[in-house]
């Protein structure tokens, strides 16, 4: 049986292998230089035929490409390698802000991008993060106790999709409802991918007063202003190297939407009162519950932030979508909180499987979890039943929501709604007025408004 084609494993101690594609010789020296220099082997072609031809024989750990070549692009070589070589990572090379090229690279599935003139720096980063991605069949998936349990057709693509964005370092924005796990997705593919050793920074966008957000985001300069007495870092700093998880994005000001939207097409970031740019290596994942499409046409969220960010689209089922799961997941919550209380996990009983199957679940998981806490403190015996659930006799019978007998979040929802629409009153639809009267910010008045569906 012929061996020519197989892809076989390297022996040990060969150097890892690097196919540069570049039709310029200073750039095919430059680059076989540095890589040298990591101690990586670098085989330099200068179109798309000889890159065809070396990936035949040869097995490579990384794939460094020019846009443009002599006989096409170097997306038809992603493409290429995409279909062939699954699990090669391979990288572009654009031309100085060209925006438009990295995000098609990064769509026809790059794994990451480098502006010329090529910044030494960066491109060793991005090497090294190329090199550490973990196997496609090593361990670690995306079940056991940490993981995203289900069984439901819905949760096993959301799995395989995890799996491949892992690979890449393209920005994903994932979408769902409140509860149904955006921040555990984020989590995973942080995990999965080359970046797992480094930091996870979860920000909630709608939690950030809007004067203080600059120098949140980016760090600040002693003096920079009043009470800066020492320099601070930024959520950049802080996740160099890691993985940003902007939750709620939707809740960026526009004019902090223009300065994220640098930050992550530069790679770059001024800190408060500074001269000067530093580099970051950021993977920036986004997650809101609303439509960004939407606001994007009322002109509430910039549309070249949106392209940017929305590269890889990531959904996350709602609960009553993968009903199959439930039982599967109420079991689990339940050992969980049992040993965190040093109890025995109690059982379900038939009927109040049927009926936790039967609710739609309008916060999903995080409604779930709370449900079962709420059962395992108010049971009377050692099993679980329907009227220890306390399910709210609308959502199972379709009646109306009534003061009596609804579940405690939609009790906790509506003296919240309540508080507020007095609060508006009082003030004549003044938000600002009602958030003072409140006690709390008007971005925390805003998202809490949104998230009871109280907007527009």
């Known amino acids: 049986m012929s061996l ?61 490409t020019d846009m443009r070549l002599p006989d096409g ?37 790059a794994f990451d991008y480098i ?109 920079a202003f009043t009470g800066a007495s020492d320099d601070r870092e930024g959520f950049f700093h802080v996740a160099d190297g ?33 001269t000067t740019e530093e580099a970051v290596d950021v993977r920036v994942i986004c997650a809101t519950h609303q439509d960004l499409k939407v606001l994007v046409e009322k002109g509430r969220f910039r549309q070249d932030l949106f392209y940017r960010l929305n590269v890889i689209e990531l959904r996350m089922p709602a609960l009553r979508e993968c009903r199959e799961d439930i039982p599967m997941l109420a079991q689990h919550i339940l050992g969980r909180l049992a040993r965190a209380a040093d109890l025995e996990p109690p059982l379900l009983t038939a009927p109040a499987l049927e009926a936790l199957q039967g609710y739609p679940f309008p916060g999903n998981v995080r409604e779930l979890e709370n449900v079962m806490e709420r059962a395992l403190a108010l049971m009377a015996g050692d099993r679980i039943d329907v009227v220890d659930l306390n399910l709210a006799p609308s959502q199972l019978t379709g009646a109306t929501t009534s003061a009596v007998g609804g579940s405690l979040q939609d009790h906790l929802d509506q003296v919240e709604r309540q508080a507020i629409l007095d609060a508006l009153k009082q003030s004549n639809n003044n938000r600002t007025a009602a958030a003072r009267l409140l006690g709390v910010t008007f971005r925390s008045l805003r998202y809490r408004m949104a998230r009871l569906g109280m907007n527009e």
């Open 242 to 274: 890691g993985t940003l998880f902007l939750d709620e994005v939707a809740e960026l000001p526009l004019t902090m939407q223009v300065k994220l939207l640098r930050a992550i097409q530069e790679k770059r970031v001024r800190k408060v009162g500074a």
């Open 73 to 109: 692009e170097g997306l038809e070589l992603v493409r290429h390698i995409a279909a062939t070589v699954a699990d090669l990572p391979v990288a572009v090379i654009t031309a100085h802000g060209s925006a438009e090229n990295a995000v098609s690279a990064l769509k026809a599935g």
């Open 4 to 64: 020519k084609n197989e892809r076989r494993p390297r022996c040990r101690g060969e150097a890892k292998r690097v196919l540069v594609v570049d039709d310029e010789a200073d750039i095919r020296e430059l680059l076989d230089l540095t890589l040298a220099r990591m101690g990586l082997h670098a085989d330099c072609v200068g179109s798309l035929a000889e890159a065809r031809r070396m990936l035949v024989g040869q097995r490579y750990q990384l794939c460094l």
């Open 115 to 223: 502006a010329k003139p090529v910044s030494l720096d960066q491109l060793r980063g991005m090497v090294k993060s190329a090199l550490e991605l973990p196997s496609p069949d090593s361990d670690g998936g995306i079940g056991g106790e940490s993981g995203l349990l289900g069984q439901s057709t819905a949760i096993g693509q959301v799995r395989m999709l995890i799996d491949r964005v892992a690979r890449s370092q393209a920005p994903v924005h994932i979408s769902g409802e409140s509860g149904s796990g955006k921040e555990l997705a984020a989590r995973l593919i942080h995990t999965l991918g080359a970046r797992r050793d480094r930091a996870f920074v979860p920000v909630n966008c709608g939690a950030i007063p809007e004067n203080l957000m600059e120098s949140e985001f980016f760090g600040y300069r002693k003096g």
